[in-house]
């Protein structure tokens, strides 16, 4: 029920700079190793799911790391911004190939839980249909599923001048919320579940792609939450 990651922080130590691709593409849906284009098709295949756009080895949490996420992402890269006191920038991860782009973006950032103890984010972009902030919340569709939206939004996320609302979707051991912005999926994901508060205020977002950002982001040590670098 969506792809293996670790369980809680590493903490907030060195950063680490360089980007490594030892890992296979796995499926963003599954975590299962996917199949490579071949002569007959320019798709990436999971046994399991089918065509998919391939989620990469996690990108390091780093300028570097982040220059190469946002080399061809084609979906915003949301930070949530400023972010939480005490917070860091600990990864990034994408899904999708040299030939379609990135078509999903995952950050990461990682800092204490209010509640107590460390806790996890994950922010996911993605467009409809890839699966990946499903995944990371623990479900097995590529959306939020049947009755989504039908109560009351539990959150607000800001972007520009506009709001816009996400709803609490029923996860396993963490907090998950979801909505959509202009025309892409948008999940935040927390771990442990009490984290969750951080969503009690409305919190901005910044789209790491956009230019002539004066952003100093705080760098940590990579989240167990994305997959292998």
Do not use: Y
């Amino acid at each position: 029920m969506g792809w293996s990651v670790g369980q809680g922080s590493t903490g907030h130590g060195s950063t680490g700079h360089g980007r490594h691709r030892h890992s296979p593409a796995a499926c963003p849906r599954c975590g299962k190793a996917v199949r490579e284009p071949t002569a007959w098709s320019s798709a990436w295949r999971c046994d399991w799911h089918g065509e998919v756009h391939p989620l990469l080895p996690a990108f390091s949490p780093s300028r570097e790391g982040l220059d190469g996420l946002l080399r061809t992402a084609g979906v915003p890269a949301w930070l949530p911004w400023p972010l939480p006191v005490g917070w860091l920038v600990t990864g990034f991860a994408g899904a999708g190939d040299e030939r379609t782009g990135i078509r999903a973006c995952a950050v990461a950032v990682s800092g204490p839980n209010p509640l107590g103890g460390p806790a996890d984010m994950l922010v996911v972009a993605e467009e409809p249909g890839i699966g990946l902030g499903a995944a990371v919340a623990g479900l097995d569709g590529v959306d939020p599923g049947a009755g989504f939206a039908s109560a009351p939004p539990a959150a607000t996320v800001s972007f520009g001048k506009h709001d816009f609302p996400l709803w609490q979707v029923d996860s396993p051991d963490r907090a998950a919320f979801a909505g959509e912005i202009k025309g892409h999926w948008m999940w935040v994901v927390l771990w442990p579940e009490t984290a969750g508060i951080l969503l009690i205020e409305p919190i901005g977002l910044r789209d790491l792609r956009d230019p002539d950002q004066d952003l100093d982001l705080p760098f940590g040590a990579p989240s167990p939450r994305l997959p292998a670098p």
